[in-house]
């Protein structure tokens, strides 16, 4: 099974801040990755998939890079509506399934 | 828009089935799409739990295979979930989705809805 490692686990930043978050795949899976982000007793909210391309709706302020095993999620400037929990995700064409990583929480410095 | 709304009972006893039903709307389940589950224990991450393709092929997380079972009722345009053999470490939000093969992720969520396991 592919597992998947977000770093950091707890993010303090600024409103402001350029805010970066890491996840690696312990094996290869090409551009399978997808970016949520989670606000308290809410569902997920999809931001980014195929590692780079944008959700329609989802500020620009998003982006995420990466192929392979190391993908990164990126904030340029962080806002108040975005303190959240982030979650990676990597999606198993071969025998469909979807995989997350830990969470990152995004919090208020 | 597409909507997904989990029903089902919120407490289950241990050692007996939990069963929840997405309905969707906006959309039709036959049309396509993977349509899946997710749980995510109080406090806790997400965890895939088995998806189900508009065609009735069914895709279940290895750890809880043994335990999971994924339908799909085109006519009534809703899918559900079994989980057998519940335990206190079932207790979690459980959340109904749509996949995209073609994006990999998952673009649309229910609200959730927490289910308890006790006695």
């Known amino acids: 099974d592919i597992q998947m490692t977000q770093s950091p686990s707890t993010l303090s930043a600024s409103v402001g801040d350029r805010v970066t978050i890491t996840c690696r795949a312990s094996?290869?899976?090409?551009?399978?990755l997808a970016w949520y982000q989670q606000k308290p007793g809410k569902a997920p909210k999809l931001l980014i998939y195929?590692?780079?391309s944008l959700e329609s709706g989802v500020p620009s302020r998003f982006s995420g890079s990466g192929s392979g095993t190391e993908f990164t999620l990126t904030i340029s400037s962080l806002q108040p509506d975005d303190f959240a929990t982030y979650y990676c995700?990597?999606?198993?064409?071969?025998?469909?399934?979807?995989?997350f990583g830990q969470g990152t929480k995004v919090e208020i410095k | 828009q597409v909507q997904l709304q989990e029903s089902g009972p919120g407490l289950v006893k241990p050692s007996e089935t939990l069963s929840l039903t997405c309905a969707v709307s906006?959309?039709?389940?036959?049309?396509?799409?993977?349509w899946g589950w997710i749980r995510q224990p109080p406090g806790k991450g997400l965890e895939w739990i088995g998806s189900?393709?508009?065609?009735?092929?069914?895709f279940y997380n290895p750890s809880l295979k043994s335990r999971v079972t994924i339908s799909v009722d085109t006519s009534k345009n809703q899918f559900s979930l079994e989980l057998s053999s519940v335990t206190a470490a079932d207790t979690a939000v459980y959340y109904c989705?749509?996949?995209?093969?073609?994006?990999?992720?998952?673009?649309?969520w229910g609200q959730g809805t927490l289910v308890t396991v006790s006695s």
């Open positions: 906006g959309y039709s389940i036959s049309s396509g799409y993977y």
């Open positions: 195929k590692a780079s």
């Open positions: 989705a749509r996949g995209s093969s073609s994006r990999g992720g998952l673009d649309f």
């Open positions: 189900i393709y508009h065609s009735g092929s069914t």
């Open positions: 094996q290869s899976i090409s551009s399978w």
């Open positions: 995700q990597q999606y198993n064409s071969s025998s469909p399934g979807w995989t």
